[in-house]
C-alpha cells in the first residue's frame, strides 16, 4: 500500500503516531479530519503532506453541494486556509495547494467539472510525487559505493512521501542495484521519527539499520562508522536547507569529519523565493519535550524550547539530490550569491 491513497471520496492514510506498535488506518472523508491528522502529526513527512494538502482540496470538491463554479471556489479556498494553518514550515503543503487552486481557477466548465479537476490533480500530484522519488533513487544511487554506511535523521522514507521516499528512496535503489549497503537512523527527538519510522519501514523491507541515539552522531563519525549522510528536506530556501530539528548538527559534525552531507528532496520542497530568515519555523508544544509518550521525564516549572526544524546553511551540503539529478554547490550557491 501507499502511504496515502484516494479511494472515491475517502482518504486512505496510516496513522504515523501510532507506528511501529500498532497499525491503524486512518479513513479521512473531510478537510477538516485531514487538517487534525496533520497537526497531530499522524500525517508527516513534507512530500506526504504536500500529497495530503492536495488531497484535502479533492474531499471538499467530492462532497460538495456547490451549485455554481464560483461557490466551489470559495469552498476550495476556504479549505485551503484551513490545511495552510496546521504547519507551517513544510513548503510542499503550500506548493501543492497553490498548484491546484491556481490551475483551478484557470480551467474552464461548471462545478462539476471543477470538482473532476481538483480531484485528478491531487492524483496527479500524489503519482508524481512517486516518481519524483524513484528518480532521486536512481540519481542519488551513483553516489553510493558499495558497502557504504549511511547516516539519516528523521524519517524521510516511504511513510514520510507517497511512496519510495527520498533519502531512503537513494538507500532502496542502491540496493535494487546490487550495492550492499547499510542504515544508521538517528532516533530524533523529541517525537523519535527516525527510531519510530525509519527502523520500522527499513526492517519491514529488510534492510539493515542500527539505531542510535542523537547524542551518539559525533561517536560514530570519529570511529569511522559513517560513509555518508543523507537526510530529506522540508524546505531548500536560497541560502539553506530546512529540516528536521539536529538536521544543522548532523552537517556540522559531517563537515568537520570530512564525510559527505547530501540533501535528498524532490523539486517540490525548493523555495528559491525565500531566504531562511523568512521562513516560519515550526514551534511546537512543551509536552513533547518534557514528556517521551505519556511519561514526564522533566522537573515542572522549567523553561522549554521546541522548535521543529532548523537552517542548515548550503556550506555544509555537499549536493542536493533531486529528481532532476545531483544538484552541486555550482547550482545552488548561485542563489546564495545573488542576495549579495
Ligand atoms: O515533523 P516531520 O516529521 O513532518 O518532519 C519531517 C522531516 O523533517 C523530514 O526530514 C522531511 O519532511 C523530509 S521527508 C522526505
Redesign the pocket.
Known amino acids: 500500500m501507499r502511504t496515502i491513497e484516494w479511494h472515491d471520496g475517502t482518504v486512505v492514510t496510516i496513522d504515523q503516531t501510532k507506528l511501529p506498535n500498532e497499525t491503524v488506518i486512518l479513513n479521512l472523508k473531510n478537510c477538516s479530519e485531514m487538517a487534525d491528522a496533520i497537526k497531530t502529526?499522524k500525517i508527516?513527512?513534507?512530500?506526504?503532506?504536500g500529497a495530503a494538502a492536495g488531497f484535502a482540496l479533492a474531499l471538499t470538491a467530492h462532497h460538495s453541494r456547490a451549485a455554481s463554479r464560483d461557490e466551489l471556489i470559495n469552498e476550495l479556498d476556504s479549505a485551503a486556509k484551513i490545511i495552510r494553518a496546521t504547519?507551517p514550515t513544510?513548503v510542499n503543503l503550500f506548493w501543492a495547494l497553490d498548484r491546484i487552486l491556481g490551475k483551478a481557477r484557470a480551467i474552464p466548465g461548471n462545478a462539476a467539472d471543477l470538482a473532476a479537476f481538483v480531484i485528478e490533480e491531487a492524483k496527479k500530484i500524489a503519482d508524481e510525487d512517486v516518481a519524483a522519488n524513484h528518480l532521486i533513487g536512481k540519481h542519488g544511487a551513483k553516489l553510493i559505493q558499495d558497502g557504504d554506511v549511511i547516516l539519516t535523521?528523521?524519517?524521510?522514507?516511504a511513510l514520510?512521501?507517497v511512496d519510495y521516499?527520498?533519502?531512503l528512496g537513494v538507500v532502496r535503489a542502491a540496493l535494487e542495484q546490487g550495492k550492499l549497503v547499510k542504515v544508521i537512523a538517528a532516533e530524533t527527538r523529541p517525537?523519535l521519527?527516525g527510531a519510530r519510522l525509519t527502523t520500522y519501514e527499513l526492517k519491514r523491507d529488510g534492510i539493515q539499520v542500527t539505531l542510535i541515539t542523537d547524542g551518539m552522531i559525533g561517536y560514530v563519525m570519529h570511529k569511522r562508522m559513517v560513509d555518508k549522510v543523507i537526510?530529506?528536506?522540508?524546505r531548500i530556501v536560497r541560502d539553506a536547507v530546512i529540516?528536521?530539528i539536529g538536521?544543522f548538527t548532523v552537517s556540522v559534525l559531517a563537515k568537520e569529519h570530512k564525510i559527505p552531507f547530501y540533501v535528498?528532496?524532490p523539486t517540490s520542497?525548493f523555495d528559491f523565493t525565500r531566504t531562511a530568515e523568512e521562513v516560519v519555523i515550526?514551534e511546537r508544544k512543551p509536552e513533547e519535550v518534557t514528556h517521551i509518550g505519556s511519561q514526564r521525564i522533566a522537573a515542572e516549572g522549567i523553561g522549554v524550547l521546541n522548535p521543529?526544524?532548523d537552517i542548515t546553511p548550503f556550506k555544509y551540503v555537499t549536493a542536493i539530490i533531486c529528481e532532476n539529478g545531483v544538484l552541486d554547490k555550482r547550482y545552488y550557491s548561485k542563489f546564495s550569491s545573488q542576495l549579495l
Not at 44 to 49: K, M, T
Not at 153 to 157: D, E, I, K, L, V
Open positions: 502529526m508527516r513527512g513534507a512530500p506526504l503532506l504547519r513544510a535523521h528523521c524519517n524521510a522514507g514520510a512521501t521516499g527520498t533519502a517525537l521519527q537526510v530529506g528536506a522540508d529540516n528536521k538536521t535528498a528532496a520542497t515550526e521543529a526544524f
